[in-house]
T-cell receptor, first 112, second 113 residues
């Protein structure tokens, strides 16, 4: 079955710098890759997603890149701000059974 | 406002007791899900329902039960058979069975007395 690995588990960056979180997946049939942000004590919220027919997608300060050959996708946050501090989860979904498989999460800490 | 509500925010369970967590959505979504989140870990799927009166076991269904009698409601019962129930429980919904774009509730934190 599908397996999603997420790295790093914790990432600390200076405010204003960029942050990159990487996920790898095992099933080449996976075709949809969302990223969720979870603030303390709240439920996760979708921030950006990408489909397998696209290599990159941007939304203001956040972007996601997908490398189908290497089976990995990454979240990029530029010009980080204190409100970016949260836990970020990646996930992958297969088209055949629609099972959403989650990464273990990355705690992003923005240092002032 | 459309969204997902979960209640209560905190729930305490005594040994041998069954407790029920509420999840309601007014998004008119067909599919609903229950996840368990332990500290510092990702989300693990307990149960999901793609349509009213139907539900499927997820990866960690043992010790839990659900029902889906109405489209907008998907309550989760943590039974006494669940020996380690202390966790953060998240309910989610999606428009259809494709599971793309899941919308989450605020969660219920379950603690054992």
């Amino acid at each position: 079955g599908e397996n999603v690995e997420q790295h790093p588990s914790t990432l600390s960056v200076q405010e204003g710098d960029s942050a990159v979180i990487k996920c790898t997946y095992s099933d080449s049939a996976s075709n949809y890759f969302p990223w969720y942000k979870q603030e303390l004590g709240k439920g996760p919220q979708l921030i950006i997603d990408i489909r397998s027919n696209v290599g990159e997608k941007k939304d203001q300060r956040i972007a996601v890149t997908l490398n189908k050959t290497a089976k990995h996708f990454s979240l990029h946050i530029t010009e980080t701000q204190p409100e970016d501090s949260a836990v970020y989860f990646c996930a992958a979904i297969r088209g055949s059974n629609y099972q959403l498989i989650w990464g273990a999460g990355t705690k992003l800490i923005i240092k002032p | 406002d459309g969204g997902i509500t979960q209640s209560p925010k905190y729930l305490f369970r005594k040994e041998g007791q069954n407790v029920t967590l509420s999840c309601e959505q007014n998004l008119n979504h067909d599919a609903m899900y229950w996840y368990r989140q332990d500290p510092g870990q990702g989300l693990r799927l307990i149960y999901y329902s793609q349509i009213v009166n139907d539900f499927q076991k997820g990866d960690i269904a043992e010790g839990y039960s659900v029902s889906r009698e109405k489209k907008e409601s998907f309550p989760l019962t943590v039974t006494s058979a669940q020996k380690n129930p202390t966790a953060f429980y998240l309910c989610a919904s999606s428009r259809d069975r494709s599971q793309e774009t899941q919308y989450f509730g605020p969660g219920t934190r379950l603690l054992v007395l």
